[in-house]
């Protein structure tokens, strides 16, 4: 959702929306502007690229990203069936720990649990009904600040993917 730049004195990073369009915003900020709950607006103007020479794969070429795009990598990883560490990862219950994770992950042994899945403190919406700008919003189970809700959160292995691209490349469905 975010990358990194050195800055201009080269002695630390800034910090710049990628598939965000801005910085997280805290939702339920504290007298020392921590907070449980983040969220920042998403793009959904930016199109796939596979980087695949096989036809199916590169029918994915050009596809504009989805909202739900954003929750499927969270839903892949957490799910224990998969067997992935950072899902474990973020179900831990260590600083940065999403929400509702842990019970998610235990609940998900035979597969994606709709019904414990709606506990996760990962969501997208749209923040005004037909207006097509969509927010991630998230929770930790601990306050953090506005770098640390970003750090936690950023992770190529957390970008937008559609899931019938999973289910293409042999991913086994974990919604069903």
Do not use: H
């Amino acid at each position: 959702y975010f990358t990194t730049f050195m800055n201009a004195e080269k002695n630390g990073y800034d910090w710049v929306p990628e598939l965000a369009n801005t910085k997280p915003q805290a939702v339920n900020p504290d007298e020392n502007n921590m907070a449980t709950t983040w969220e920042f607006p998403i793009k959904t103007d930016v199109k796939y690229s596979t980087n695949s020479e096989i036809a199916s794969r590169a029918a994915f070429n050009g596809r504009t990203v989805e909202a739900e795009d954003y929750i499927t990598p969270f839903k892949l990883l957490l799910t224990k069936k998969n067997d992935y560490a950072r899902g474990a990862e973020m179900a831990s219950t260590d600083t940065g720990a999403i929400v509702g994770a842990s019970t998610y992950y235990e609940a998900s042994a035979d597969g994606f649990n709709a019904e414990a899945w709606e506990s996760v403190g990962v969501k997208v919406y749209e923040k005004e009904e037909g207006s097509g700008q969509y927010w991630f919003k998230y929770s930790f189970t601990e306050p953090t600040t506005q770098f640390y809700s970003m750090y936690y959160i950023t992770s190529n292995l957390y970008q937008p993917i559609p899931q019938d691209f999973l289910d293409l490349v042999g991913i086994e469905n974990y919604l069903g």
